[in-house]
């Protein structure tokens, strides 16, 4: 079946280290997304990618880092320098246009906690 | 003010009740607007987009008032399985998506 697929679901950090989240789709989508959700929160976006080779920051993307050297492959790197990484991770693409709300999937998240 | 606001709950009702939630939105240039469910520990999940004329989906409704800014799902008969957060989403400038806190619904026997 088609779909994203996060990994690992749950984590755990000990401070000081990088950690790197795996997200893979099979949609054939051109943009993917990654967000941030902390309790009692909505979502807030960390970085986004257009096309392969090349993403934006954004609203909240100091302590991460990414990559997209292949159209279904959009991992995150949550660096040492992110002060408060504990969170729910959720990773989505869309198709061509746009994160129109109606076009756009979500993998089943990974939860991160620093220990 | 947030770009998109939404009364975080919790709304307990009892089954068969009807439940409405609203939120509310600050850029007037808004073009798309969606209510995503959220079960607890999971991802968001589309439950129908908003349409300027309201639109219906069995059980739910969902409206849009442009001119006050804000949007609103009414649940009728409302389930156990209805218990979850209900996530308001708009798209802000350059069509990036802009989500609420969401508001969490508690259906109970």
């Known amino acids: 079946d088609g779909g994203i697929t996060q990994s690992p679901k749950y984590l755990f950090r000990k401070e000081g280290q990088n950690v790197t989240l795996s997200c893979e789709q099979n949609?054939?989508?051109?943009?993917m997304y990654w967000y941030r959700q902390d309790p009692g929160q909505g979502l807030r976006l960390i970085y986004y990618?257009?096309?392969?080779?090349?993403?934006q920051k954004g609203d909240i993307a100091e302590g991460y880092s990414v990559s997209r050297e292949k159209k279904e492959s959009f991992p995150l790197t949550v660096t040492s320098a992110q002060k408060n990484p504990t969170a729910f991770y959720l990773c989505?693409?869309?198709?061509?246009?746009?994160?129109?709300?109606?076009?756009?999937?979500f993998g089943e998240g990974s939860w991160l906690t620093v220990v | 003010r947030k770009e998109v606001e939404q009364d975080p709950g919790p709304f307990n009702v009892p089954e068969g009740a009807t439940v409405a939630f609203n939120c509310t939105y600050s850029?007037?240039?808004?073009?798309?607007f969606f209510w995503y469910r959220q079960d607890c520990r999971k991802e968001p999940k589309l439950l129908m987009s908003?349409?300027?004329s309201g639109n219906e989906d069995g059980r739910f409704t969902a409206q849009l008032n442009r001119a006050s800014q804000y949007i609103s799902l009414l649940i009728r008969d409302s389930k156990l399985s209805d218990s979850a957060t209900y996530l308001c989403?708009?798209?802000?400038?350059?069509?990036?998506?802009?989500f609420g806190t969401g508001t969490r619904l508690q259906v109970f026997p």
């Open positions: 949609l054939n989508h051109d943009a």
């Open positions: 989403v708009v798209t802000g400038a350059t069509d990036k998506l802009i």
């Open positions: 990618s257009q096309i392969v080779n090349d993403f």
């Open positions: 908003v349409y300027s």
């Open positions: 989505a693409s869309s198709i061509p246009g746009g994160a129109s709300g109606n076009t756009i999937y």
């Open positions: 850029n007037s240039a808004s073009q798309s």
